[in-house]
Nanobody
Framework: QVHLVESGGGLVQPGGSLRLSCAIS????????MAWYRQTPGKERELVAV???GGSTFYADSVKDRFTISRDNATLQMNSLKPEDTSFYYC??????????????WGQGTQVTVSS
């Protein structure tokens, strides 16, 4: 059984920073990519950032130059936070299981609130 547990969310003032981490437990065959998504009530879940096993990264335009994702626990460093970054953030793992079949895991999410 694989579990992803996010941490690091909370309340921060506009312009502040937070760092999200995603702890992985369980038997993972191979990780292809780790990603962060976010979702606010009434809206679709949106991709925030992705990092592949090779270190390639992708960022949504709305967070480019402010957020940085790294492979260590899929850490998401969020700087210059804006009220519109307020959302529930989810960690995602895409890879192959111990027997080679595709796997896609999600954490329970962590709330990020940017407000003065």
């Amino acid at each position: 059984q694989v579990h992803l547990v996010e941490s690091g969310g909370g309340l921060v003032q506009p312009g502040g920073s937070l760092r999200l981490s995603c702890a992985i437990s369980g038997n993972i065959g191979r990780i292809y990519a780790m990603a962060w998504y976010r979702q606010t009530p009434g809206k679709e879940r949106e991709l925030v950032a992705v990092i592949t096993s090779g270190g390639s990264t992708f960022y949504a335009d709305s967070v480019k130059d402010r957020f940085t994702i790294s492979r260590d626990n899929a850490t998401l460093q969020m700087n210059s936070l804006k009220p519109e970054d307020t959302s529930f953030y989810y960690c995602n793992l895409n890879g192959a299981g111990p027997h080679g079949g595709p796997v896609d895991y999600w954490g329970q999410g962590t709330q990020v609130t940017v407000s003065s």
